[in-house]
């Protein structure tokens, strides 16, 4: 069974970062697709960033390209997303996920099958 935990979230002023942490563990992730989705309060969840376990390919929102980066550390089983530049707009609880596949990205979080607990990540202005 795939258990996410995230971590490294907090309060922050705009223009600042944060680096979030996702540690994975029940299973080899080779052909799997890890990805960071986040609802704001009132909103539904969105899609953040994704990337290929595996080959380390990477896919992201356009709300974040350019200042979120995603990537994997293989020998800890852990996913990042590092955020710079951050604006009041991307405060949210920020969610791991996991699907198993990694053939294409997907955008819709009814296709990742494990998630985290979540992480408030909280920008201030």
């Known amino acids: 069974q795939v258990q996410l935990v995230e971590s490294g979230g907090g309060l922050v002023q705009a223009g600042g970062s944060l680096r979030l942490s996702c540690a994975a563990s029940?299973?080899?992730?080779?052909?799997?697709?890890m990805g960071w989705f986040r609802q704001a309060p009132g909103k539904e969840r969105e899609f953040v960033a994704a990337?290929?376990?595996?080959?380390?390919?990477?896919n992201y929102a356009d709300s974040v390209k350019g200042r979120f980066t995603i990537s994997r550390d293989n020998a800890k089983n852990t996913m990042y997303l590092q955020m710079n530049s951050l604006k009041p707009e991307d405060t949210a609880v920020y969610y791991c996920?996991?699907?198993?596949?990694?053939?294409?990205?997907?955008?819709?979080?009814?296709?990742?099958?494990?998630w985290g607990q979540g992480t408030q990540v909280t920008v201030s202005s």
């Open positions: 996920a996991a699907r198993p596949g990694s053939l294409y990205f997907t955008l819709f979080e009814y296709e990742y099958d494990s």
């Open positions: 029940g299973r080899t992730f080779n052909s799997y697709t």
């Open positions: 990337i290929k376990w595996r080959v380390g390919s990477t």
